[in-house]
């Protein structure tokens, strides 16, 4: 019986590899990933935990491990200048370079582990001109490929990214209020007035098309879009999750239009129409727990990595689920779903969700492919916890997805796998 049960199980986790376009690729490693960056649609590199630092010549077929002088320690950013020079940066004041495809590498500061500052953010903008900053400390600075560091006056709290157009002109991401940008190669940094109200985000990893338009997602799930290369910013949108459970490390565009934000729990989000609305992507049954990094290639080659040492492409641009709207004024914080239970099922299941507003809720079924097959509830709900036994005996073998709705707009949904 048992036996059974794991081919069914083997077969349909085959049909869902080969059904989702977002494909996860063999990192061997468990340590987490916090970086990945790829130098064309062939070689790319991603760093984390444990001074792992891995390696694609084939766009992500095979991962191969760096060796490298920072032994143990968690490695925070890489940075590719081209297919020879790199640089890495970590905790326990952690700089190390590569000159020749990372064959061998020079350490430029390798402090002993559990003490100095710790380094979160790299860019180059040519083998020798470039900036790092990190946790708690001023921003570093070299214009000779790191034989010597300029220490920036700055002082600010954590910073996490930073991007810079030319050699005067940056922006570096940080903890709360810390957004600061320079137009004087870091001599001087000015803080940058962010649209937060009363509540006061992180900023993590941020993006930019071109010379002008960029975007980054606060902690709070809010995205801020730019076109003036950071001098004034606006909130855009707000991605449909509570950010009391999930929080959104990055944002990444290709172009104005098509771009992703992700974070905890494994949440990613399309955007096509310049992050005005989002659409919940579908990253197989066994996403990451952190979602930490992107990087795209094109509008339809791209990775991410982050928890668990996870590593998905998609060649197909990703793969939307259920469509989400994100200027939804319902907040999941009023609503809980819960998973289903048993799962996997065959043929009843118990569906339970709790209802802090009156409101119009609906439960609805989709299968595989985001299309509707039937509606499991559909009443006035008053505030409690409600529990649905539902009969699945009249469908076929397979995932599921069943989706909350109050007053129509969505609220949160869970996978589903019935064995018949």
Known sequence: MYKIIYTILFYLFSILTAQSQWVLQSSFTTNNLYDIEFLNRNTGWTVGDGGKI???TDGGTNWLNVPNPAVGKPLSS??????NICYVVGWFETIIKSTDGGASWIVIRNNGFGFGASYDAVFFIDENTGWIAGS????????NGGDSIITD???AGNL????FKDAMTGIVTGSGLDMFKTTNSGLNWFNIQMPIGFTIPTFYKLTFVNNQTGWVAGSDNRVFKTTDFGDTWDSITKIPVSSLTSSMRFAEFIDENTGFVGGEQGYLFKSTNSGMDWSREFTSSFPPNEIISMCLHNDLIGWIGGGEAKIFATTTGG???????ANENTFPKDFVLYQNYPNPFNPGTLIIFENKLQSFVEIK???IKGQEVRTIMSKLATPGKY??????SELTSGIYFYTLFSNGKKIDSKRMLYLK
Not at 78 to 83: E, M, P
Not at 319 to 325: E, G, K, L, R
């Open 319 to 325: 793969q939307t689920m259920v469509n989400i709207s």
């Open 387 to 392: 529990e649905i036994n539902f009969d699945a």
């Open 365 to 367: 079924l989709y299968n």
């Open 136 to 143: 708690s400390q001023k921003i570093l600075r070299t214009t």
């Open 160 to 163: 996490h990214d930073m991007y």
């Open 153 to 155: 006056p700055l002082f």
């Open 54 to 56: 891995l390696k694609t």
């Open 78 to 83: 890489i940075h590719l200048v081209d297919s």
